[in-house]
Structure formats: structure tokens, C-alpha cells
């Protein structure tokens, strides 16, 4: 088995304020995710990897950034938050595309 | 455009019941379909996956699909207060870089 860890696990900013989530996964998955979910509307994908050293833009890029230092990490960067992008930040990971994904617990971010 | 809908949005069910839950797809050409769970302040855990028409049972868990209608559906037999969550659908095309599309959730709770 393995575990995908997110950090932090509450985050708090201010508007404007450029904001960085990490994410670990020691399943050794080669694909990476990043979602966005917001109450009554189910999980949006902001950012994948299929691979270490790819970056693809999902649904939901604009106003982020992402970078994979290496297999095992994806982070995630707000460029500057606002208001309404309070919401639940999910990191999930799969074998490879199209498998089953693994997600870590969340980052719940607060923007004041 | 939300490319998977699911039904009920909220479901009560006594200990013991049955609970039914339904998704629909507006996309022909999604062939993978999947169930996943979401227990409050933890990510989404995969239940089960489908991908040929038909019944697929694990354990108290049947899906049940059928592509002609691009419908599918879980059931939750003798179900638990523990059964309590959100449920997402999820649905992907055939063939690399296609994503995963989740539909917007459905809350379970069994009561005692």
C-alpha cells in the first residue's frame, strides 16, 4: 500500500497573496493530479503529470501553477488568490493514465 | 457543461436498506465509468469500477451499467451507518489523455 500526504492541511491567505500546496506520494505512481472541489460541484481538475518532468493544464488552470520536482511530488501554486476560491484542494495519483486514482485528504484553503 | 449527472443529489436510507444511487452521462463515448466515495474530511476512496453493460457485485456493492442509455448505477445493500458519505460517478473515454469527469456528488446517510 501507499499514502498520498498533503501539506498543509489548512491553509490561510490573504486576497492577492501568492499560495503554494504540496503533495507526496510513495506509491510510486508515475501519473499526479490536482483538483479542486467545491461544494455541489464535484471535483474540477486544475493540473496533471502524466510523467515526471510533464505538466498538463486541466479544466480549471487558469490562476495556477504546478510544478513535479520529481515522481514523488506535485505542487501546486495559486498566483493570486481571491475570495471565491475558497474551496477543498485535492492531489490524487494513479499507475499510470487512465487507472484508478489515489487521492491524499485535502488542503482546505481560506482566503480573507 | 457537466458531462455526468448524478441522481439523487441526497439520499436517506434506514440501517439495514437498501440505498440506490444513479449517474447519467451526456457523453456517447465515455466507456469507463467509475464509483467513488468520500467520507467527510478525507479524500475520495475508488469503490468500484465498470466498464462492460451488466451487474459487477463486491461485497454489499452492485453496480450496474448500461451503455446503450449511458446509465449506471450503486447499490448498497444492508447498508451501514459507516456507508454514510459522498458518492461520486465518475466517466472517462476510451484511448490516452482522456480525463476523468466526476459528476457533482450524492450524500448518503444511514441512520441508526
Known amino acids: 500500500g501507499g499514502i498520498i500526504t498533503q501539506t498543509p492541511k489548512f491553509l490561510i491567505g490573504q486576497e492577492g497573496q501568492k499560495l503554494t500546496l504540496k503533495c507526496q506520494q510513495n506509491?510510486?505512481?508515475?501519473?499526479m493530479y490536482w483538483y479542486r472541489q467545491d461544494s455541489g460541484k464535484g471535483l474540477r481538475l486544475i493540473y496533471y503529470?502524466?510523467?515526471?518532468?510533464?505538466?498538463q493544464k486541466g479544466d480549471l488552470s487558469e490562476g495556477y501553477d504546478a510544478s513535479r520536482e520529481k515522481k514523488s511530488s506535485f505542487s501546486l501554486t495559486v498566483t493570486s488568490a481571491q475570495k471565491n476560491e475558497m474551496a477543498v484542494f485535492l492531489c490524487a495519483s494513479s499507475m499510470d493514465w487512465g487507472a484508478e486514482q489515489f487521492f491524499g485528504p485535502g488542503t482546505r484553503l481560506t482566503v480573507l | 457543461q457537466q458531462k455526468v449527472q448524478q441522481s439523487p443529489e441526497s439520499l436517506s436510507v434506514p440501517e439495514g436498506g437498501m440505498a440506490s444511487l444513479n449517474c447519467t452521462s451526456s457523453d456517447r463515448n465515455f466507456q469507463y465509468f467509475w464509483w467513488y466515495r468520500q467520507h467527510s474530511g478525507e479524500g475520495p476512496k475508488a469503490l468500484m469500477?465498470?466498464?462492460?453493460?451488466g451487474d459487477k457485485k463486491e461485497g454489499r456493492f452492485t453496480a450496474h451499467l448500461n451503455k446503450a442509455s449511458l446509465h449506471v448505477s450503486l447499490h448498497i445493500r444492508d447498508s451501514q451507518p459507516s456507508d454514510s458519505a459522498l458518492y461520486f460517478c465518475a466517466a472517462r473515454q476510451q484511448g490516452t489523455g482522456s480525463k476523468l469527469s466526476f459528476g457533482k456528488g450524492a450524500k448518503l446517510t444511514v441512520s441508526p
Open positions: 503529470s502524466i510523467t515526471e518532468n510533464d505538466l
Open positions: 469500477s465498470i466498464f462492460s453493460d
Open positions: 506509491f510510486n505512481h508515475d501519473t
